[in-house]
């Protein structure tokens, strides 16, 4: 039986359907990625699982429990890091971990040492007495992960941890994430980033527009395109025509521009690189750069949906 197990979830917001038939599951021990663009559907699908929020219609079971009936069943065990900071700002480190604490119901010298463990893990120990309005971007984002780990939850939920923060603190996350994992925690991840789903998760669902267009491991997922490949084209500026003309290949099996980045997902032929760039050389297009890439999840978004997962 997997942990979680998600049958035909649907959420409509009056005529936008957020979540439109969703259905994945979740193992014991998986670090599941769920990849997709801004409005995909992944906070919605988050807030019920996390019973936060009613689903219109499907089932939602957590150890085989009908969370709907049994909330309970996944409420102690899941420790939900909200894509919203939840932080005091005029509160310290230490006096925020002590509110989410005791919201949990731990207390006294218990709660004292899940902080000290929670702050060795986000790396945060040298800041907690300080103001958390002092505190940058990166910082919060880690406080805010502190916080739903002080009970020390065996499913844990991240919503977008990493948007908007520095490099540092990014790693620090991402390689927080391993070591929850290694310590036996089933986590489900979500991002717009490709990069760090492909290098944190174990599984892969990637969204768009409420539904689930892909599923599986990164290999799976990316075996689909039959050893397709990427070719970034970045240009002086934005040329339509030339994306037109490109489109037009037989080589080319989808393409998308934003502004002057255009990207290509072509077939596995020795002869298309150079078909596209052959092309591209007889315009009066400025080529900035031309790179051949792997197929990865953003070449799979890209056939399925003709868009850039990127911002
Ligand atoms: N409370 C709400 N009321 C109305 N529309 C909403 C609400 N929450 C989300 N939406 C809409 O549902 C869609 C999915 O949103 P969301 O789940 O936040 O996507 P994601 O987390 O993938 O960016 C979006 O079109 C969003 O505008
Ligand atoms: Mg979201």
Aim: glycine fraction near 10%; charge should be negative.
């Amino acid at each position: 039986m997997p942990l979680l197990q998600i049958d035909h979830l649907k959420k409509y917001f009056k005529n936008i359907k957020a979540v439109d038939d969703v259905s994945f599951c979740v193992e014991k021990g998986d670090i599941l990625g769920l990849l997709g663009p801004n409005g995909a559907g992944k906070s919605t699908t988050i807030s019920m699982i996390a019973t936060l929020l009613a689903p219109d219609s499907g089932t939602i079971r957590y150890k085989g429990q009908d969370i709907l009936k049994e909330p309970k069943s996944i409420q102690q065990s899941l420790g939900l890091v909200p894509q919203e900071i939840a932080l005091y700002p005029s509160l310290s480190g230490r006096e925020n971990l002590i509110f989410w604490g005791k919201a949990y119901g731990l207390g006294g010298n218990a709660l004292s040492k899940r902080i000290d463990a929670v702050s060795g893990i986000i790396g945060i120990t040298d800041r907690l007495g300080d103001k958390v309005k002092k505190y940058s971007g990166g910082m919060k984002r880690r406080l805010n992960i502190g916080a739903a780990l002080l009970h020390e939850p065996e499913f844990i939920i991240m919503d977008e941890p990493t948007v908007g923060i520095d490099p540092q603190s990014r790693n620090h996350i991402l390689d927080t994430v391993k070591a929850l994992a290694r310590d036996g925690a089933t986590i489900i991840y979500t991002s717009h980033y490709m990069e760090e789903v492909e290098t944190l998760c174990s599984r892969v669902c990637i969204m768009d527009y409420g539904h689930i267009i892909a599923a599986g491991t990164k290999e799976e997922i990316t075996s689909s395109l039959g050893g397709q490949f990427e070719i970034s084209v970045k240009l002086g500026k934005e040329d339509k025509a030339l994306s037109e003309k490109l489109g037009a290949l037989g080589c080319v099996s989808a393409i998308s521009m934003e502004e002057a980045e255009i990207r290509i997902a072509a077939k596995a032929e020795d002869a298309s690189a150079k078909a596209i760039l052959k092309v591209i050389a007889a315009s009066d297009a400025d080529l900035v750069s031309f790179d051949i890439e792997k197929a990865t999840l953003e070449t799979v978004f890209l056939n399925l949906t003709g868009r850039a997962l990127r911002d």
